[in-house]
């Protein structure tokens, strides 16, 4: 498979918001299956949001939902990650992922996903 780069991470007071951006190249994006996880120090990689091939279905952990939307624009090649209010606990390096098969519903575990970017540091202070 091909390429994810991240953007868009940063420093932000609790409360505040970011947009985080996924560009995908090498591969039909859109047969694709697309996820965001997050690490932080000392913790296992987690699931954060899925989205499905046409965004038609999305799913999210129980920390995020009602904070973050997942989207994505296939002409475009992007897939994004909006989170609004966040919190200290939201500090981590955050992945973009793509399904290691295509036409497949959104998938939540890491193992699931084949394909990873290099990360995006977000920083949430309190």
């Known amino acids: 498979q091909g390429q994810l780069v991240e953007s868009g991470g940063g420093s932000v007071q609790a409360g505040g918001s970011l947009r985080l951006s996924c560009l995908v190249s090498g591969w039909t994006f859109s047969s694709y299956g697309m996820g965001w996880f997050r690490q932080a120090p000392g913790k296992e990689r987690e699931f954060v949001a899925a989205?499905?091939?046409?965004?038609?279905?999305?799913f999210y952990s129980d920390s995020v939902k009602g904070r973050f939307t997942i989207s994505r624009d296939n002409a475009k090649n992007m897939v994004y990650l909006q989170m609004n209010s966040l919190k200290p606990e939201d500090t981590a390096v955050y992945y973009c992922?793509?399904?290691?098969?295509?036409?497949?519903?959104?998938?939540?575990?890491?193992?699931?996903?084949?394909?990873w970017g290099q990360g995006t540091q977000v920083t949430v202070s309190s």
């Open positions: 989205i499905g091939r046409s965004a038609d279905s999305t």
């Open positions: 992922a793509a399904d290691s098969f295509p036409f497949r519903n959104a998938r939540a575990s890491v193992a699931d996903f084949g394909s």
